[in-house]
């Protein structure tokens, strides 16, 4: 079945809550055990000093380690990407962070394409360096031989790889990263390509299909979808989800139980709201695309045969998605001025919710990122963010129309 259909019921047992049709929320800390032995044999399977018996389901401990709130959310996440498991994480930067220090140890680098979301991006520039990590960037513009020079002489371990990117819509090729990867690999020392999917996942882009390793979610945005949680995720294999979650366990930050249930509340609606999201944003996208205020409009759906990026997105992607990004006329005035004049589109960070959003990546976002990659990844001052919900687009296009009219 399509992972639609399942998301109200997989994974689920109503006989062990009393019948209930709805996974109940497991507020608890620990969960008592049959008997003594009950609790040796968990205990063994969790921390791996043997493997499972056929059949047998790892038993519930301490919610730390695993709660089924979290346990019947990750394996639904699963069904979307094709992924053997998932780990849902207390926020999107901790799934990130977890990966970076699970994959990463002092003296080696990691190739990571620019621009990334604000946090990433402080976190491979200003906290990695401090435990001897080198992060590299590469641009959608890099060619595979570019790459290859840019990092000679370093120790790769990790490609992370955040695509489209933020704010700008820039796609990367996942299949060049696996070849950049492969050629980077050693025997004994695979390097592995980790994909930030926020902006087109789970639903338009499954880049475990594409030859990635890991998939990682800021589930706040499409997945949470309502701007009312903050969560992360992680999908891949067992081998490397062992690895993830095994951090995890001890840093301390997998999702409550409370986030675990509005996120499986949530992913019954996720292929309706984005669905509608994407169709309003392409009005939008062409309503920008014509009004003589607006410079640029950065919307895949507007990409012809003759780009470049063509081909990736016809590959890569199933949608143009709902993020539209735009150059105004003029600079942050301008900017400023159609941003405190929006009635219905509120004036925040983040995305993917269910109501639609407007910011300013260079002075908000992006204010973290040097500017000397700020000019070169084209988040310039006249550069809007929208991100795109379930009203109705005519609503939308009113509200744009009349805060152009204000500049
Ligand atoms: C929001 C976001 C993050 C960070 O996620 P949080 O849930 O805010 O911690 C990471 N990557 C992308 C692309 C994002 O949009």
């Known amino acids: 079945m399509y992972p639609e259909s399942l998301m109200m019921s997989y994974g689920y047992k109503p006989e062990l809550s009393e019948g209930a049709i709805k996974c109940p929320i497991f507020q608890t800390s620990t969960f ?41 959310l990750e394996e639904r996440l699963s069904l ?45 520039n200003k906290v990695l360096p401090q435990y001897g990590i080198k992060g590299v960037g590469f641009t959608s513009d890099d060619s595979e031989e570019e790459i290859l020079r840019k990092v000679a002489g370093l120790s790769i371990k990790l490609i992370y790889v955040e695509t489209p990117a933020n704010p700008t819509n820039a796609l990367f090729d996942l299949f060049l990263c696996r070849r950049v990867a492969d050629r980077l690999s050693k025997e004994d020392a695979k390097v592995y390509v980790a994909v930030d999917n926020t902006y087109m996942g789970p639903l338009w ?25 903050i969560a992360g995720a992680v999908l891949g294999s067992t081998e490397l989800m062992k690895r993830v979650r ?38 939008v996208a062409d309503f920008l695309l014509a009004h003589p205020k607006v410079e640029k409009v950065y919307y895949l759906g507007h990409l012809k045969e003759s780009d470049s990026q063509y081909t990736i997105y016809r590959r890569q992607l199933s949608s143009p998605g709902a993020m539209v990004s735009f150059d105004i006329k003029g600079g942050e005035q301008e900017a400023f001025a159609f941003l405190d004049s929006l009635k219905l589109f509120k004036l925040a960070v983040s995305l993917g919710g269910t109501e639609s959003l ?35 687009y005519e609503d939308l296009i009113w509200d744009i129309k009349q805060a152009l009219d204000q500049v």
């Open 32 to 72: 008592v055990f049959k008997s003594a032995k009950e609790g040796k044999d968990f205990f063994e399977l969790a921390y791996g000093k043997r493997e499972k018996t056929p059949g047998e389901q790892p038993g519930l401990i301490y919610s730390r380690l695993n709660n089924p709130d979290l346990q019947i």
């Open 80 to 124: 979307w990407d094709g992924a053997d498991e998932c780990a849902v994480f207390e926020s999107g930067m901790s799934a990130i962070s977890t990966v970076l220090l699970e994959f990463l140890r002092p003296g080696d680098a990691l190739l990571y394409s620019m621009p990334v979301y604000g946090g990433t991006d402080h976190f491979i």
């Open 205 to 229: 882009q499954h880049p475990l299909k594409q030859g990635s390793d890991l998939v990682i979610y800021s589930a706040t945005k499409y997945i949470g979808g309502h701007s009312d949680l």
């Open 246 to 283: 095994t951090l995890r366990t001890f840093l301390g930050n997998m999702a409550g139980p409370w986030t675990g249930w509005l996120l499986m509340r949530s992913l019954e609606t996720l292929k309706v709201r984005m669905t509608q999201q994407a169709s309003n944003a392409k009005e």
């Open 358 to 392: 407007a910011e300013h990546p260079a002075t908000m976002t992006h204010s973290d990122v040097s500017e000397e990659d700020r000019d070169l990844l084209r988040i310039s001052e006249k550069l809007i963010r929208l991100s795109i919900g379930v009203e109705h």
